[in-house]
């Protein structure tokens, strides 16, 4: 026996939007259009539960509901949902038998319909993904994350290495590629608190190259920026790597850190460089200054003045020079 049935469609909160068909004269709603006006106060909750599994599931079949309808009072009908994209399709039914959704949706012969019908059939038709394919998706995605995280790591590695080179740039002369005079105010207090705690000499060496200023003077700036290189690379094949800490401070002024070497070693690598600087840049020599560091009351302004002023004295020994009237100022040559 075919239940006899009204078909609606409501939105998805449950507002009439379209009589399909009402053989059973229930589009005479109460309240505010919303079609759980009619239902029984007692049992609007099973009603929305109702619409929450429609919207859930697709489709959901005769749930018993007890409405209140206009000169019949309480009635119990059947109510049967689908839904279709934005709208939900209801059939409500009293009587016994067997509803037929589909069939009940075939009965409605207009446009709205149609459309209404195609979309249940696609409703209807989805189906959830196998275990097999969302396991697929599971390593498809797995795999785009581990690209991504490749990818963030190389990233990574490139602004860690970029930031390295900045850091190097901010601590030297950009003519010899050795230490700057800023770096010379981090390094010291450092040294001196290691050579402290190990019990370690450290000596400090002042430089300036003898007869510089002719250099510039009759060859050329281009020329004297190249002897400045080239002595810096002289410097530091007399320096161990990563252990000694070669300075331009500034012109053709030179400081060393020896670490772990006294004056007398100090004074060793100090001839064999300038015996270097005779043989291969064309200037007059190499004139230094070397002081051991009292490590247990430091002073950097202090150590540099006094190996400045052993320097000078060596180039006025030398007949080159004149002690400066201030710290950092350079000499006649």
């Known amino acids: 026996m075919r239940m006899e049935s009204s078909v609606f469609e409501l939105d998805l909160q ?10 059973l004269g229930l589009g ?38 007890e409405m209140v309808l206009p000169q019949e009072g309480e009635v119990r009908l059947f109510l049967s949902g689908m839904r279709a994209g934005d709208r939900i399709v209801l059939a409500v039914s009293r009587g016994d038998g067997e509803l037929d959704l589909m069939e009940e949706l075939g009965r409605v012969n207009n446009e709205q319909a ?16 196998s275990q097999d394919e969302m396991l697929n998706r599971i390593s498809e995605l797995n795999n785009e994350l581990a690209n991504a995280q490749r990818e963030l790591a190389k990233k990574n590695r490139q602004l860690e290495e970029l930031n390295q080179r900045l850091q190097e740039m901010a601590i030297r002369d950009h003519l010899t590629g050795l230490y700057n005079r800023r770096y010379l105010s981090e390094v010291f207090p450092r040294e001196v608190a290691r050579s402290r705690r190990y019990g370690t000499r450290l ?9 510089f200023k002719q250099v510039n003077d009759s060859l050329g700036h281009l020329e004297g920026d190249r002897v400045l290189a080239e002595f810096a690379r002289l410097l530091e094949g007399c ?25 007398e070693e100090a004074e060793g690598v100090m001839a064999r460089l300038e015996e270097q600087v005779r043989r291969e840049l064309p200037v007059v020599g190499l004139s230094h200054g070397v002081v051991q560091v009292d490590v247990s009351s430091p002073d950097l302004d202090g150590v540099l003045m ?4 052993r320097m ?15 710290p950092g100022a350079q000499g006649d040559l």
């Not at 449950?14 to 053989?23: I, K, Q, T, Y």
């Not at 149609?114 to 993904?129: D, I, T």
């Open 306 to 309: 006094e190996a400045d002023r």
């Open 114 to 129: 149609n459309y209404l019908r195609a979309m249940a059939k696609e409703a209807s038709a989805r189906r959830a993904p």
């Open 203 to 211: 000596t400090l060496v002042s430089m300036d190259l003898d007869g």
């Open 239 to 263: 320096t161990r790597r990563q252990v000694d800490y070669p300075f331009r401070v500034g012109g053709d002024e030179f400081l060393l850190i020896l670490v772990g070497v006294g004056e």
């Open 14 to 23: 449950g507002n009439l939007v379209e009589v399909l068909s009402d053989p």
């Open 312 to 326: 000078y004295r060596a180039k006025r020994a030398k007949g080159l020079g004149r002690l400066p009237s201030r």
């Open 28 to 65: 005479r709603f109460q309240g505010d259009g919303n079609f759980a006006s009619l239902v029984s106060r007692d049992e609007s909750v099973k009603f929305w539960r109702f619409l929450l599994e429609v919207l859930a599931q697709g489709v959901v079949l005769q749930r018993d509901v």
